[in-house]
């Protein structure tokens, strides 16, 4: 095993020699393997165990152990405890999900402040035949289906490609001493149901389960990385993204028979989960929504749109005081007494100061909104210049409006109002730029 790894590691992971590593060691059979494979490899290692506090005495003897390994191979070390209980409590979490956050927060903390390269993780293939099933059981796209990546950024897995039965018996060969985590007994976890009941009937179905498992997902992979290839494709010929706002043209997304397909690799990242809904959206009337926790896609005229839910403006209002000179939230403003009108621009408007009232403030539009268009006659609702410049929904929400006891001086960086323009006439100019 130990040579395996060696070829492994020159073939895949050359960059790590070196590299001052980081072991994420539980003290069970799969990190102390770890450990000490790098150990014997003679590679540059700290170690960082996690003790969570979730099983008593238990997890204060794994703690103990771990330190008194490193210590007698001389090896650093890092321990660090949590209150996993009361984080997952904090901040509604299971405790799954709160133990690999913590875990994964402090690791990349003693990264940079200890000046170190990569964390290493124990995963096995045997962990990658649990996380599939687990992804197949709930319900997943391709990529759930390609197992564990071997990394990601400054995670590296390098043990995937061995079986928990060729780290046992790396284990007894080699007297390397590990702790048992009671847990893992317990049925208690999905995980633990598919080890202990599901994986070992497969196995028993297939002599060489473990073999055929590999080729599968090495597969499927190829299927995925394939996949991403053409999608980003189509992706660059119909997809306009500005400003974390993505509009998807749907005559041209229609024009592919897969466009589900496409949409489904385009927007899973944004944790949507009514992909029927997202689907219809393609027939549907103007302004349907769907929603996920983080963003919002709506239907506009022939597109799509998607943008995340803090772009959704709120009834803000900010104020621009008489003498203030800048404005930074939510535009970077600037104003300033002038004695002409030049060098004019959308960004840069020439007012009356004697015709505003202070404070100016900087709201979004209302319904029933006017203005005086400059270089035209009449007032015109704020919703039918909207619909003559051909704003999206979305457009409309993020639209910021510069106003003076309420009436609208300048639709911001793009239309003026005649009524407070300087003129040939105005004493006391102030230029108002963003």
């Known amino acids: 095993m130990l040579q395996k790894l060696q070829n492994h590691i020159n073939i895949n992971f050359p960059h790590l020699k070196g590299k001052k590593l980081l072991l994420a060691t539980s003290g069970g059979i799969d990190s102390m393997v770890l450990l000490s494979l790098f150990h014997k490899l003679k590679l540059d290692i700290t170690v960082a165990h996690c003790n969570f506090s979730l099983r008593d005495t238990e997890s204060d003897a794994d703690e103990a152990f771990v330190k008194a390994t490193c210590e007698a191979l001389e090896i650093p070390y890092y321990i660090q405890k949590f209150d996993t209980n009361q984080y997952a409590l904090d901040h509604k979490l299971s405790i799954q999900l709160a133990a690999r956050k913590l875990r994964y927060d402090w690791f990349s903390e003693l990264l940079t402040d200890k000046k170190l390269d990569y964390v290493l993780t124990a995963h096995h293939l045997d962990d990658e035949i649990e996380t599939f099933l687990i ?133 899973k990242k944004y944790d949507f989960t009514s992909w029927e809904d997202i689907y219809n959206l393609v027939n549907a009337q103007s302004g349907k929504q769907v929603f996920s926790e983080t963003h919002i896609i709506l239907k506009d005229r022939n597109k799509l749109i998607l943008f995340s839910k803090k772009e959704k403006s709120e009834n803000q209002e900010y104020f621009l005081n008489k003498n203030q000179k800048t404005l930074k939230v939510p535009l970077n403003i600037k104003v300033s007494k002038v004695d002409n009108t030049s060098n004019t621009s959308n960004n840069t408007i020439f007012v009356d100061e004697d015709k505003i009232q202070f404070p100016l403030v900087i709201r979004k539009w209302h319904e029933g909104d006017f203005f005086y268009p400059s270089r035209m006659k009449g007032k015109k609702k704020l919703s039918k210049y909207f619909k003559d410049e ?45």
């Open 135 to 267: 992804n197949l059981t709930r319900g997943t796209g391709l990529e759930g289906l390609t197992g564990i990546p071997f990394q990601n950024d400054k995670i590296i897995r390098p043990l995937l490609q061995f079986s928990r039965e060729q780290i046992e018996t790396f284990a007894k060969e080699n007297h390397i001493k590990w702790r048992e985590d009671s847990s893992n007994a317990s049925n208690k976890y999905l995980r633990n149901k598919l080890r202990h009941d599901v994986v070992p009937v497969l196995k028993e179905l297939n002599p060489s389960f473990m073999h055929s498992f590999q080729n599968t997902l090495n597969h499927l992979k190829q299927a995925n990385n394939l996949l991403a290839e053409v999608s980003n494709e189509v992706y660059q010929k119909i997809v306009n993204s500005n400003n974390d706002v993505i509009e998807i043209d749907l005559p041209k997304l229609l024009e592919y028979e897969n466009y589900k397909g496409y949409l489904f690799q385009w927007l």
């Open 390 to 434: 051909k704003y999206s929904l979305i457009d409309k929400e993020k639209q910021w409006l510069l106003t003076s006891n309420n009436d609208i001086v300048w639709i911001i960086g793009k239309r003026d109002d005649e009524r407070f323009l300087a003129n040939d006439k105005t004493i006391n100019i102030l230029k108002i730029e963003i």
